[in-house]
């Protein structure tokens, strides 16, 4: 994505592939493909089986990585979705056709999935888009500036601001008893 694709006063909310655990796998089973290909090259051709399993796992390892790394930008009264490897795909939707922006975080869902975001649309269809680069401080960014383009954003499933973080040493005394 160029900067020209948006205006200036464009706000991107994208996270560093590289700093997720299935990019990492991802990258890594790759590594090991090439490796084991490089130093064994006749095992292939001695066992396909082994071929179609290994394929099978890795498709489904990228695949499960690819529809987690979606990323979110405000362009003026549009909301963009986009994935970060499928760099062909865009979902737009205008503010005054969303009915409500749900945050859900990992915890909440009960899985190790990524945080998510659902967008409803005023005709009541809904697609949850997972963001697993994005960090905690860029969904608290991302949900203040929807939260700015007067849209209801459902943000109750979310703890962003109950885990992970440690307490300041200089907090005082809590005033629970």
Partial sequence: MTSKDFSPTTKIYKGNLLSTFRVLLSIGFLIFLAYWKLDNPKVILKSPDALVVISFV?????????????YFVIDGDQFVVKNQILIWTKTTFEFRNILEIEFVDKLTAGSSSAFSLRVV??????????????????????????????????????????YG?????????????
């Avoid at 997972?130 to 954003?153: G, H, P, Y």
């Fill in 58 to 70: 890795g498709i489904f390892i990228i695949a499960m990585t690819v529809f987690q790394l979606y």
């Fill in 121 to 162: 649309n005023k005709n009541a269809k809904s697609k949850v888009y997972r963001a697993a680069s994005l960090d905690k401080k860029t969904w608290r960014v991302l949900l203040d500036d929807l939260k700015k383009q007067k849209i209801i954003v459902n943000d109750s499933g979310t703890q962003f601001d109950n």
């Fill in 165 to 177: 973080d440690s307490p300041s040493p200089d907090a005082g005394p809590s005033d629970e008893g």
